[in-house]
């Protein structure tokens, strides 16, 4: 299967710095690219998609002045978390969508990143 | 409401008990219904993905089903290692907008005793 690196995996952060996380696809171009949080003993919840070139959309309830998504060329997304606080503390996790033609259909898959432990405190 | 649901929400096997997860789904337009598995601390690995009622998928000793309300994850003479949570998601067409999104369930907790 398709390889998506993450980094960093773990991260420790005063309270009110920022922190950027990077999502590299190895072995595939990807036009869009998904960020998730997942909380402890939870399933992961969509925060944005990025694309390409464009503005990211964020999910209803994200800020999108605190989680700065750019997603400058077809392999690399990028998740800045700013002035970041103990409540920002999570697993954050990017995923790229794979998207080949199969039988004339076009079919698409997303791969994850490894995720990020983000702890701020 | 919810649109994807697993059951059970924890699975214990002793090693070599085959079983089942379930992953019922409530959307219409169906585009696809993916199966990872996710090991603690990690990002869920793909396992399958399946696109029309009837399709079924295999891997060594894993073999995903699906109909048109649900799909089954079925596990022959299960291993330790195969200790893991395993989620089920779905991406359906949402008037548009879909942009390919996954939906997850929940997740199901496997543990496989030795």
């Known amino acids: 299967g398709a390889v998506v690196s993450q980094h960093p995996s773990w991260v420790i952060c005063k309270s009110g710095t920022s922190v950027k996380i990077e999502c590299r696809s190895l072995?595939?171009?990807?036009?869009?690219m998904f960020w998730y949080r997942q909380f402890p003993k939870q399933s992961l919840m969509l925060m944005a998609t990025?694309?390409?070139?464009?503005?990211?959309?964020?999910e209803q309830g994200v800020e999108k002045d605190k989680f700065l998504i750019n997603h400058a060329s077809l392999t690399l997304s990028t998740l800045t978390v700013t002035s970041a606080h103990p409540e920002d503390s999570s697993f954050y996790i990017c995923?790229?969508?794979?998207?080949?033609?199969?039988?004339?259909?076009?079919?698409?898959?997303?791969?994850f990143g490894a995720g990020t432990r983000l702890s701020v405190l | 409401e919810d649109q994807v649901t697993q059951s059970p929400e924890a699975l214990r096997l002793q090693e070599g008990e085959s079983s089942s997860l379930n992953c019922s789904y409530t959307?219409?337009?169906?585009?696809?219904l993916f199966w990872y598995r996710q090991d603690p601390g990690k990002g869920p690995e793909f396992l399958f993905t399946l696109y029309s009622a009837g399709e079924e998928k295999e891997k060594e000793r894993l073999k995903a089903t699906l109909t048109k309300k649900e799909s089954f994850l079925h596990i022959t003479a299960p291993k330790p290692e195969d200790s893991a949570t395993y989620l089920c998601a779905v991406v359906w067409w949402a008037g548009g907008t879909s942009y390919g999104k996954l939906t997850f369930g929940q997740g199901t907790i496997l543990t496989v005793h030795p």
């Open positions: 072995d595939f171009q990807a036009t869009t």
């Open positions: 990025s694309n390409e070139g464009s503005k990211a959309t964020y």
């Open positions: 995923s790229a969508r794979d998207q080949a033609l199969a039988g004339g259909t076009r079919r698409s898959i997303q791969y």
């Open positions: 959307v219409s337009g169906l585009r696809g």
